[in-house]
C-alpha cells in the first residue's frame, strides 16, 4: 500500500513537500518513482530514485526545482517542489516497482497540488 500527503494550494514561486508511505512490501529493494497527472492530460513521468546506489532521475520540465528522495528506515518516499509553476497543478501519485522473475507495481491514489495566486 502506497499512500501519499503534504498536498495542497500554494502560490507561483512556493514550495511543497510530498511524502509518500510505503507498507505491505519490502520498501528497500524497490525503484521509487512520482507521476502526475493534471487536468485533461495523461500521466507525465516526474521523478525516479533507484534502490542500492539512490540514482536520481527527473524530467526536465522539473529539473533543478524538484528533488526526489527515501528514508529506507521509514518507508517513505518524498517529493521536495519548488518553485512552483501553475504547469505544477497534478494529482501526484508515488509508484513502487521491483523487476525480478515478474514486475511488481503498487500505486498510490494520489495527492492534488494546486499552484495558483
Known amino acids: 500500500q502506497l499512500v501519499e500527503s503534504g498536498g495542497g494550494m500554494v502560490q507561483p514561486g512556493g514550495s511543497l513537500r510530498l511524502s509518500c508511505a510505503a507498507s505491505g512490501f519490502i520498501f528497500s529493494i524497490y525503484d521509487m518513482s512520482w507521476v502526475r497527472q493534471a487536468p485533461g492530460k495523461g500521466p507525465e513521468w516526474v521523478s525516479t530514485?533507484?534502490?542500492?546506489?539512490?540514482?536520481?532521475y527527473y524530467a526536465d520540465s522539473v529539473k533543478g526545482r524538484f528533488t526526489i528522495s527515501r528514508n529506507n528506515a521509514k518507508n517513505t518516499l518524498y517529493l521536495q517542489m519548488n518553485s512552483l509553476k501553475p504547469e505544477d497543478k497534478a494529482v501526484y501519485y508515488c509508484n513502487a516497482r521491483y523487476i525480478g522473475l515478474r514486475q511488481y507495481d503498487y500505486w498510490g491514489r494520489g495527492g492534488q497540488v494546486t499552484v495558483s495566486s
Open positions: 530514485i533507484n534502490t542500492g546506489d539512490r540514482s536520481t
